[in-house]
């Protein structure tokens, strides 16, 4: 399988780590994974701030990019949402407004090809023991985008039940938002903080050393307060757990 990754900018410009995580894992389960340089933005700020005439450049690029893949793999349930979920729209609209037709058809030949990580391994590879260890007690987040538009359902604690030496606990209200939702946080922050207060008192009620999930803006949001509270609670992302080993663990 010809594997892409397509790593996101929110991931290349604060969690390159997560993209690391994601190629050392698939290259580990035997394979290759390539990182197109040309990959830019997906276009989901502008589209959902209203800006999404000004996306469809953002989509040509993308499908441009990312074309001859037999998949594309993203370590963002957010982002990969966008391209499976909004590209459709965006191809009507470069035709209302631009007449142009090419980038529908290209959409129907990429998007359907993006996945998010768990998607891939577990939907797609029919993986759910990556041979990974992790000795923490740790509990997941389901992001909104993730579980709403992507409906990866158990996949991601299927991925996280086969992890060696790992305490799993399950988050209460697992399902609520945290609050987050990109410039939602900015433009209605009182809201957005009294969303995140619930899911921190969550997340401490666990236990846990670690709150995971599959996209790092919601982990940047938790692990913000929680590091404000000086709770002792580090967030993860998904790929990162999966990605360890035993190795990993003696250094």
């Known amino acids: 399988m010809r594997v892409a990754l397509f790593i996101t900018c929110f991931n290349d410009t604060l969690f390159p780590d997560t993209g690391r995580a994601v190629v050392r894992l698939l290259e580990r389960l035997g394979h290759e994974v390539e990182f197109p340089l040309d990959q830019t933005c997906c276009g989901q700020m502008h589209f959902n701030t209203g800006y999404?005439?000004?996306a469809i450049p953002l989509a040509r690029r993308f499908v441009r990019t990312f074309a001859g893949y037999d998949a594309i793999v993203s370590?963002?349930?957010?982002?990969?949402?966008?391209?499976?979920?909004?590209?459709?729209?965006l191809g009507e609209i470069a035709v209302e407004e631009q007449g142009d037709t090419a980038l529908a058809?290209?959409?129907?030949?990429?998007?359907?090809?993006?996945f998010e990580l768990s998607e891939l391994l577990v939907g797609q590879l029919g993986v759910e023991d990556v041979g990974a260890y992790y000795p923490h007690r740790v509990t997941y987040h389901p992001t909104c985008h993730s579980l709403r538009?992507?409906?990866?359902?158990?996949?991601?604690?299927?991925?996280?039940?086969?992890?060696?030496?790992?305490?799993?606990?399950?988050?209460?209200?697992?399902?609520?938002c945290c609050g987050f939702g990109g410039t939602f946080a900015i433009k209605n922050a009182d809201t957005s903080m009294a969303m995140l207060s619930d899911k921190l008192r969550h997340v401490l009620d666990t236990r846990a050393e670690v709150c995971t999930?599959?996209?790092?803006s919601c982990l940047m949001h938790i692990g913000g307060a929680l590091s404000r509270q000086r709770s002792g609670v580090r967030t993860v992302h998904l790929a990162?757990?999966?990605?360890?080993?035993?190795?990993?663990?003696?250094?």
Do not use: H, W
């Open 75 to 89: 370590p963002s349930g957010s982002c990969a949402a966008m391209v499976r979920d909004y590209y459709g729209r």
């Open 240 to 251: 990162e757990i999966l990605a360890a080993t035993e190795d990993d663990a003696r250094v």
């Open 149 to 176: 538009l992507l409906k990866v359902g158990e996949a991601p604690l299927k991925l996280l039940r086969a992890v060696r030496g790992i305490d799993l606990v399950e988050l209460p209200e697992a399902e609520e």
């Open 213 to 216: 999930a599959g996209d790092n």
């Open 52 to 54: 999404q005439v000004e």
């Open 105 to 114: 058809e290209q959409v129907a030949q990429v998007a359907p090809r993006v």
